[in-house]
Each structure stands twice: as C-alpha cells, then as structure tokens.
C-alpha cells in the first residue's frame, strides 16, 4: 500500500521565481491538504483540495494557489518567491469527511525549498 | 485565533522510562485530535487519534488521554525507546473542517 509521495525533496530557488511542488496521496484516498512548516514550527494549514477543487484555504497570500488532479494527485504552485517562503513543504491525504470515513491525515515525507 | 499548544518544550528521559507529553487546546469546536511523530528531516508521521465522545485510546506502547473539560490532551509512551527521540506534535480538528491545527511541538529526547 503505497503512502503519500511527494516531489522533490529538496529545490532551491531564487527570489521572484516560481516554484511548483508535486503530491500523490495515499492510496484509497481523495482529499489532499498542503501545510507548510518552517524551522522549528509546527505544520501551518495552507489549502486543502477535494474533487479537483479548493475547499478550505488558510492564512496564505495569492501567491500560493493548487491543483487537483482526476486521480487526486496535487500540485502546489507558489510565484514570486519571498525569502520568507523557505520552508519544508507537506502534503498530507485523507478520506473525504462527506465519506463519513477516517479523518486522519497522512503525511509526506515533504518538499525542502530554500529561496535565496 | 485559537490554537493548539504544548506546556513544555523539550522532554529528557531514560530509556524504559514511561513519557508523557502534554497539549492544551483552546478550540472548544475541536472534536477530533491526533498525535505526531516527526523525525527530524522527515514528515510527520501518524501515531494515535482520538474523538471528543472518547476520553481514552490505547495504541501499541502509547496511550492518548483527553480531558475535555480542561481541554488538555496527553500522550503516553510506555518502555520509552531511544527511537522514540522526535518531536511531537498534537493536532486538532474542529468539526464541519477537515483542516488540522497544529502546536509547536515537544521534543522527546531519551538517553540509553
């Protein structure tokens, strides 16, 4: 059974640049959730996508947006990168809760960027 | 707004000993929680889960207790590991939303 993947594990970037991050979920499941962590921080809520659309969104600029795809796998775009934006990114899957199934999320291994 | 957070940041203990780890919350919506491991340059990973209409779940070697009326969620390891060494966050989930907020961490540190 495999679990979520992501890609790439690490990328470096410059300022002002774009940047898109790549997710598979778990298999079986539907929903996939992007947070992003910085150093010593826990995990922060950015968007989470369900039936190829954005479904909650949490505190994050424009600048971040998403993609889901029909087999549920998901991107994560960020343009005009900020030093700030360096972080590891995480996506995590889960069942749908309109499933009325298992709410816990799942957790890549994550995406290292670094914005010089 | 609310969050969740953890009384203190940094846990050493034996290995054998028992280890718990503490979390308060303050969302009086949250009706799900979970707890993670995470290693360092790792993702986190999943270890046990909870829902409000429970105040106790057994796990292999842990054990998550919820008091909802001080709002304060714990974890306990038992035999603790050196491999149990990570940090450890707790997580809520208000009900209706699927997003999952998080605490800073504690960090577990067992010496052999």
């Known amino acids: 059974d495999a679990g979520v993947t992501q890609s790439p594990t690490h990328l470096i970037k410059t300022r002002g640049q774009q940047v898109t991050l790549r997710c598979s979920p778990k298999?079986?499941?539907?929903?996939v959730s992007w947070y992003q962590q910085a150093l010593g921080q826990g995990p922060q809520f950015i968007f989470q996508?369900?039936?190829?659309?954005?479904?909650q969104r949490g505190n994050f600029p424009d600048r971040f947006s998403g993609h889901q795809y029909p087999n549920y796998s998901s991107e994560l775009n960020v343009n005009a990168l900020l030093l700030g934006d360096s972080a590891l990114y995480l996506c995590?899957?889960?069942?749908?809760?309109?499933?009325?199934?298992?709410?816990?999320?799942?957790f890549g291994p994550g995406t290292r960027l670094t914005v010089l | 707004g609310e969050s969740v957070g953890l009384h203190l940041p940094t846990l050493s203990v034996q290995e054998g000993d028992n280890s718990i780890i503490n979390c308060a919350y303050s969302?009086?919506?949250?009706?799900?929680f979970i707890w993670y491991k995470q290693e360092s340059g790792k993702g986190p990973q999943f270890i046990i889960d909870?829902?409000?209409?429970?105040d106790k779940r057994q796990g292999q070697r842990v054990t998550v207790l919820l008091n909802k009326t001080v709002k304060h969620l714990s974890l306990q390891i038992a035999a603790t590991q050196p491999g149990d060494s990570a940090v450890y966050f707790c997580?809520?989930?208000?009900?209706?939303?699927?997003?999952?907020?998080f605490g800073k961490g504690t960090m577990l540190l067992v010496s052999p």
């Open positions: 995590a899957s889960s069942l749908s809760v309109l499933a009325g199934r298992d709410l816990a999320q799942y």
């Open positions: 298999s079986g499941h539907d929903t």
């Open positions: 996508y369900y039936e190829e659309e954005e479904r």
């Open positions: 969302n009086s919506a949250s009706d799900y």
């Open positions: 909870i829902r409000s209409n429970m």
């Open positions: 997580a809520e989930n208000e009900e209706g939303y699927s997003t999952l907020t």
